[in-house]
């Protein structure tokens, strides 16, 4: 079992940016990635990274404005997300697959974190 911790969530205003962070107790994964869930919407895909070579995925709606990010010597991966919107409030939550390939499907993680809260003032 793999356990997932998040930080770095918190309040910011529009324009803004933050870094949320997810480390995990163990190295059993082969990709790590970022979902987000709003009040009564479906959680949502957000971005994924490859661990060993490092490719990377986005949502539309992401691309550009955040960068997801590893450090393979902390088991940690990152999220930073700048000019973030108002419709970017969210919890945050980490995930790891144990499969290399690259899914948006939340169904296709194995593990996951609790969550950490973004929330971006207008």
């Known amino acids: 079992q793999v356990q997932l911790v998040e930080s770095g969530g918190g309040l910011v205003q529009a324009g803004g940016s933050l870094r949320v962070a997810c480390t995990a107790s163990r190295r059993t994964y082969a990709a790590m990635g970022w979902f987000r869930q709003a009040p009564g919407k479906e959680r949502e895909f957000v971005a994924t990274i490859n661990w060993s070579g490092g490719s990377t995925l986005y949502a539309d709606s992401v691309k550009g404005r955040f960068t997801i990010s590893r450090d393979r010597t902390k088991n940690t991966v990152y999220l930073q997300m700048n000019s973030l919107k108002p419709e970017d409030t969210a919890v945050y939550y980490c995930?790891?697959?144990?499969?290399?390939?690259?899914?948006?499907?939340?169904?296709?993680?194995?593990?996951w974190g609790q969550g950490t809260q973004v929330t971006v003032s207008s």
């Open positions: 995930a790891a697959r144990r499969v290399a390939v690259e899914t948006r499907d939340a169904a296709g993680y194995d593990y």
